[in-house]
């Protein structure tokens, strides 16, 4: 994959046509999708197929006028930084408001293409057309937040996700509990070998102390690295990282720490072990709820990911920590 800013304005204008041009087809998918139960909608998507061509036709024409007619065979998925969509217009019968949310992700990204485009375009007239696509696709966002207005009821409409909320979740939301998922989980394994294995609280205690400090360094790092943010708007990279990496660390620490009794304590390894079964079992359903309210995941279907993934986990790591 390319880093955005390594891209040469041939580059650039290429991955905008061939995105035109699959958007369109989203669009359109999406009308025939409402077509039946929102035609009034269904017709507004239709528009937006239309203009979306009418971008592309724009942008052929700038690119044959400035490299000729052969495209190079680069797409936005080349590029790193792009946010990676669901394909639910693959799916029949979308809820509305689901289509809408789909739409806005859409012309968010597309506006901070052409907006990041055009700033280190050096034609003249490249700039031009670019920062023009920019307020055009501005536009599309702005009727994709206003397009159900009088078409969902006001109390549907009341618990629909905003723009800030999207972007929120984007930039913490998800790092954040992708971390504490890795943090949670990936931990339990060698925590609870060492501490069958061992039967000694302090020793437990460091190997889970180190387990989840080298869990937050990797996946910080990991999320910092696989997007610089620029085109996605998910904000400072670092920030992301350290977001990712803390709740990774945090979510290892939670069931470490009651490794801390001290070995002096009558039942002392017991008295440890139960506390830390009793943090993951709060520890897991957390993050069932977390995926529940904010990833649009049913909440049986993330228990059942979670917790079942969790104590399969757990029950590895006491039997070869007993073994």
């Known amino acids: 994959?390319?880093?955005?800013?390594?891209?040469?304005?041939?580059?650039?204008?290429?991955?905008?046509?061939?995105?035109?041009?699959?958007?369109?087809?989203?669009?359109?998918?999406?009308?025939?999708?409402?077509?039946?139960?929102?035609?009034?909608?269904?017709?507004?998507?239709?528009?937006?197929?239309?203009?979306?061509?009418?971008?592309?036709?724009?942008?052929?024409?700038?690119?044959?006028?400035?490299?000729?007619?052969?495209?190079?065979?680069?797409?936005?998925?080349?590029?790193?930084?792009?946010?990676?969509?669901?394909?639910?217009?693959?799916?029949?019968?979308?809820?509305?408001?689901?289509?809408?949310?789909?739409?806005?992700?859409?012309?968010?990204?597309?506006?901070?293409?052409?907006?990041?485009?055009?700033?280190?375009?050096?034609?003249?007239?490249?700039?031009?057309?670019?920062?023009?696509?920019?307020?055009?696709?501005?536009?599309?966002?702005?009727?994709?937040?206003?397009?159900?207005?009088?078409?969902?009821?006001?109390?549907?409409?009341?618990?629909?996700?905003?723009?800030?909320?999207?972007?929120?979740?984007?930039?913490?939301?998800?790092?954040?509990?992708?971390?504490?998922?890795?943090?949670?989980?990936?931990?339990?394994?060698?925590l609870f070998a060492a501490a069958f294995a061992t039967h000694n609280n302090w020793q437990t205690f460091l190997v889970g102390l180190a387990a989840s400090i080298g869990a937050g360094i990797s996946m910080g790092f990991a999320e910092a690295l696989s997007d610089d943010g620029s085109l996605t708007g998910r904000g400072s990279p670092w920030l992301r990282g350290i977001t990712c990496g803390a709740m990774t660390a945090l979510g290892g620490l939670g069931h470490t720490l009651p490794y801390l009794v001290p070995d002096s304590w009558p039942n002392a390894f017991w008295i440890a072990t139960a506390i830390a079964s009793i943090v993951v079992f709060f520890e897991l359903w957390a993050i069932a709820f977390i995926r529940a309210k904010y990833m649009d995941t049913p909440f049986l279907q993330a228990a059942y990911q979670i917790v079942l993934g969790g104590a399969i986990v757990l029950g590895v790591g006491i039997l070869i920590g007993g073994a």
């Open 1 to 190: 994959m390319k880093n955005f800013a390594d891209l040469s304005e041939r580059e650039v204008l290429a991955v905008a046509i061939s995105s035109e041009e699959e958007d369109s087809r989203i669009y359109m998918t999406f009308a025939e999708d409402l077509a039946e139960r929102y035609p009034d909608t269904a017709k507004i998507f239709e528009e937006m197929a239309e203009e979306e061509r009418g971008h592309r036709h724009r942008l052929l024409e700038m690119y044959e006028k400035r490299f000729g007619a052969h495209l190079p065979p680069i797409r936005r998925e080349d590029v790193k930084g792009f946010l990676k969509r669901r394909p639910i217009w693959l799916t029949k019968n979308l809820p509305l408001d689901t289509v809408r949310k789909e739409v806005e992700t859409m012309e968010l990204q597309a506006e901070q293409f052409y907006s990041k485009a055009a700033e280190q375009a050096q034609d003249v007239g490249v700039r031009r057309l670019l920062g023009d696509l920019a307020e055009e696709e501005k536009h599309h966002e702005n009727l994709a937040i206003k397009l159900t207005g009088d078409i969902l009821k006001p109390d549907i409409r009341a618990e629909e996700d905003r723009t800030r909320r999207r972007m929120f979740v984007l930039q913490y939301v998800q790092p954040g509990l992708a971390g504490l998922m890795d943090g949670s989980v990936s931990t339990l394994a060698p």
